[in-house]
């Protein structure tokens, strides 16, 4: 394996090794707190016809949950991919995998990706790669390779500045990057999605990756995993580690930066994550617009207590997101746009 691989792969490990073991949370509040849902004190609907299911660039699924990208490209990180795509097979929802840079600059290490779509033959996954990547040399051709590697139903760009900046090993070349963003998207055969990781993604720049053709924006706000922080227990220089601590709550909370979506086209993915918490954060991003609501270090943390332990999560987090649409009266989650408080009542007459 060379040395570069060799690196990549280390790196993978100890950036898992910090989220299973340090408090990597950027403290700052995503805003889920502040928004409130239309309470139906009669709601007047049976709870077991409740519908939680949606479909996605031609995929059925049973819930709007979304494994957010982040594992692959080592030993270790292959089994939490085997674990994540058994539960997204399980339960039918979407899933994303981590940066696939390691797996193209060397083939010995495809499977720590391929695994999950083993175990998920039919769901609706998510290849990755870093938009730092298209300024070192990857093309068209690499995207279709990891979108191959997965048989994957579209391709994740994930945008991330901020770790790149901190980063000694980083890349810090961010220029261009739209040009090449949109010779991807008229290129690759499935749809691509730009996702932050955990800074959020502004309105303009939304509105930049659209023009460039996206299909999908995972906003990935803060309030949840921040990478400096991360950054900051993988540094030895002091310099550094105060670097990275300055920038710990840096960027958009999700609930802002979902709302910065809303003059988007109606037909683009919205994709609400970073630091929900539960099933009402789901419902509270489904009512906000989002299509999806995904679940990054919450998801890993149960999955390192093993498969029983994960599948618990999951299942907690579909059965909140249901009491509270049971508890506004949303029958689908078509519904639940309309259940913001900021609505005006329920008017609807009822026989009674
Ligand atoms: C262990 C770990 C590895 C990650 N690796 C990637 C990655 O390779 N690509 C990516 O797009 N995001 C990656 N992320 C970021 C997550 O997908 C997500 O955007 C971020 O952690 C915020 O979500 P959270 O607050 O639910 O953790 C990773 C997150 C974690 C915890």
Redesign the pocket.
């Known amino acids: 394996m060379n040395k570069q691989v060799t690196n990549i792969s280390a790196r993978k490990d100890e ?2 090794r910090i ?1 299973l073991e340090e408090d990597v949370s950027s403290g700052v509040p995503t805003g889920f707190d502040q928004v409130h849902l239309n309470v139906q004190t009669l709601p007047e609907i049976d709870f077991d016809s409740i519908d939680l299911s949606t479909s996605i660039f031609g995929k059925k699924l049973n819930a709007p949950i979304l494994i ?4 692959g490209g080592s030993g270790k990180t292959k089994l939490f991919n085997q674990l994540l795509g058994k539960a997204a097979n399980e339960f039918n929802i979407a899933m ?1 995998v ?2 696939q840079r390691a797996a193209l600059v060397h083939e010995g290490l495809e499977d720590t990706f391929a695994i999950a779509r083993k175990e998920a033959p039919n769901a609706l996954l998510f290849a ?1 790669i ?1 938009v730092a990547q298209l300024n070192e040399g990857f093309e068209v051709a690499d995207c279709q390779r990891a979108v191959e590697m997965l048989e994957a139903d579209a391709l ?1 760009i ?1 945008l ?1 500045a901020l770790q790149e900046a901190l980063q000694p090993e980083g890349n810090r070349n961010f220029s261009h990057l739209l040009r090449k963003i949109k010779t991807i998207t008229s290129k690759l055969p499935v749809p691509v999605i730009a ?4 800074c959020g993604i502004n309105q303009q720049t939304a509105q930049w990756l659209v023009e460039a053709g996206v299909r999908g924006i ?1 906003v ?1 706000g803060v ?3 921040s ?1 400096a922080a991360v950054e900051m227990y993988r540094q030895t220089d002091p310099v550094r580690k105060t670097l990275c601590q300055t920038y710990i709550g840096w960027g958009i909370p999700t609930v802002q930066a979902l709302r910065g979506l809303e003059g988007l086209p109606e037909n683009i993915l919205r994709i609400s ?4 918490r539960n099933g009402l954060d789901v419902t509270k991003s489904i009512a906000l617009g989002a299509d999806l609501a ?5 998801l ?1 943390l149960a999955a390192n207590d093993g498969y029983e332990k994960l599948k618990e999560t999951i299942e907690l987090i579909i059965l909140e997101l249901k009491v509270a649409m049971f508890l506004t009266g949303a029958t689908n989650l078509e519904s639940l746009r309309s259940k913001l408080e900021k609505e005006p009542a329920n008017t609807k007459e009822i026989d009674i």
């Open positions: 950036h898992l989220c957010s990208s982040m594992t994303g981590g940066s990755n870093g994740i994930h991330n996702k932050e990781v955990g995972d990935a309030g949840g995993t990478w994550s970073g630091g929900l995904g679940f990054a270090r919450k890993i």
